[in-house]
C-alpha cells in the first residue's frame, strides 16, 4: 500500500514550481539529509536594498515529499524578505502541504535547511551575521555540507576529511583524496563556496593527500 499522501502533495509532486537552478544566483545550498542521503539544492536571488527574494529555485535529488516541500517552499518564500522567509518551519511548509506522512517529516526538514543555509550564506556575504569566529567547530560545520556527490553523504561522515587546521585566517584542509579523483574538482568547490566567504578567512588551502590505488 502506498503511502497516504494528500492531494496537494500530489500535485507539486507532479507540477513542482520553481525548479532549476539560477546560475547567477547570490546564494546557494546544497543540503544532503543522513536518514535517506538524498540532496536538494537550492538558488536565490535577492534584492540588496529591499531583503525580499526576487527568485528561488529548486532542484530536488530526493523523493516525491521532498519535491513537493520544495515546490512549496518557493512559493511561500518568493517576494518576501529574507528576514521572514528565515522564520519558517518545516512545520509550517508540512501544514502547507496539508500535512506529511510522519515518516517523511525529514524530507521537508531538509529543505527547510537548505533555504536556511541559503540565507545564512546570503547574510554572511552582506556582513548581516554575527560576526562569528571561524573557530574549528564552525569549519567542521560547514564541511558537514560538503557532500561526495556519488553517495549524497557528507565528505565528513565518508571519513575523507583527514585534518584540518584554523590559523591566522587561513584554513588548511587535508582530504583523503587524490587530485585525480572525478570528484576531486567537485568537493574542491563545494569547500571554497561553504568558506571563503567568512568574513575573517583569507585563505582556504585544500590538499589531496589521498594514495593512488595500487
Ligand atoms: Fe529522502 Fe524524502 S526520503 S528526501
Partial sequence: MGLPYSKKVIEHFKHPRNVGEITDADATALEGSPACGDMLKLTIKVDEETHVITDIKFESFGCASNIATGSILTEMVKGRTIEEAEKVTWKQAADELDGLPPVKMHCAVLAIDALKSAIEQWKERHG???????????VLRKLRNVLNPLTGASIVRMQLLQDFDVKDGVITIDLDLTREHKFAAHIEEEIHEKLDHLWDVKE???NFVGKPDS
Fill in 128 to 138: 548581516l551575521t554575527e560576526k562569528e569566529l571561524t573557530t574549528p567547530d564552525r
Fill in 204 to 206: 582556504v588551502k585544500i
